[in-house]
């Protein structure tokens, strides 16, 4: 059974939006801290945002303008609403957690952006 289980990603064309979702088989108050990450095709993967335990959340600067992150704890969910789409933001987008000093990845979700 997988600890987090991303959905909502799909084909989308430049411009659009999705909302991704990542559901945790546990409290996420557990967790120290939650986000998002991508990997793009021969690309390292990259972090796009986070939220910790108080709630405080903290964005990569280049994406903070279109990236929001928020969660829901009642669902044991966090959310990534990505706007304006562009097609370099085309990549597999996987939920993590951390505690100290163990990670768990979700399996991914493919986000593909069309010109």
């Known amino acids: 059974q997988e600890k987090l289980v991303e959905s909502g990603g799909g084909l989308v064309q430049a411009g659009g939006s999705l909302r991704l979702s990542c559901a945790a088989s546990?409290?996420?108050?557990?967790?120290?801290?939650m986000g998002w990450y991508r990997q793009a095709p021969g690309k390292q993967r990259e972090l796009v945002a986070t939220?910790?335990?108080?709630?405080?959340?903290n964005y990569v600067d280049y994406l903070a303008g279109r990236f929001t992150i928020s969660r829901d704890v009642a669902m044991n969910t966090i959310f990534l609403q990505m706007n304006n789409l562009k097609p370099e933001d085309t990549a597999v987008y996987y939920c993590?957690?951390?505690?100290?000093?163990?990670?768990?990845w979700g399996q991914g979700t493919q986000v593909t952006v069309s010109s």
């Open positions: 993590n957690a951390k505690v100290l000093r163990t990670e768990h």
């Open positions: 546990e409290n996420i108050l557990f967790f120290n801290s």
């Open positions: 939220i910790n335990l108080g709630g405080s959340i």
